[in-house]
């Protein structure tokens, strides 16, 4: 069964900038919306960012203004731009297409 992968996590300062990526194959996201999800420890899951295949978006409110989500169609291959970050930010961010949901990318935020 085709997932989505991340890549891109890591260990960042509160204030620091990081990009993940999500790569699958043509067969899930084309002409589908793709989401990016979080989840801290002892936390709720929550949406950060959605976009459609047209590349319209919408953004959860603790986000708004300091992440963009972008798509590149013919990579199959949806981004997520973090700017600002705080350490609220710290999480597994997840892609999910179709109801499939990737393994998850740590992003870890140092104060």
């Known amino acids: 069964q085709v997932q989505p992968v991340e890549s891109g996590g890591g260990l960042v300062q509160a204030g620091g900038s990081l990009r993940l990526s999500c790569a699958a194959s043509?067969?899930?996201?084309?002409?589908?919306?793709v989401a990016w999800h979080r989840q801290a420890p002892g936390k709720q899951r929550e949406l950060v960012a959605f976009?459609?295949?047209?590349?319209?978006?919408n953004y959860g409110d603790s986000v708004k203004g300091r992440f963009t989500i972008s798509r590149d169609n013919a990579k199959n291959t949806v981004y997520l731009q973090m700017n600002s970050l705080k350490s609220e930010d710290a999480a597994v961010y997840y892609c999910v297409a179709v109801g499939r949901w990737g393994q998850g990318t740590q992003v870890t935020v140092s104060s």
């Open positions: 043509g067969s899930i996201f084309k002409f589908n919306p």
């Open positions: 976009i459609t295949y047209g590349g319209s978006t």
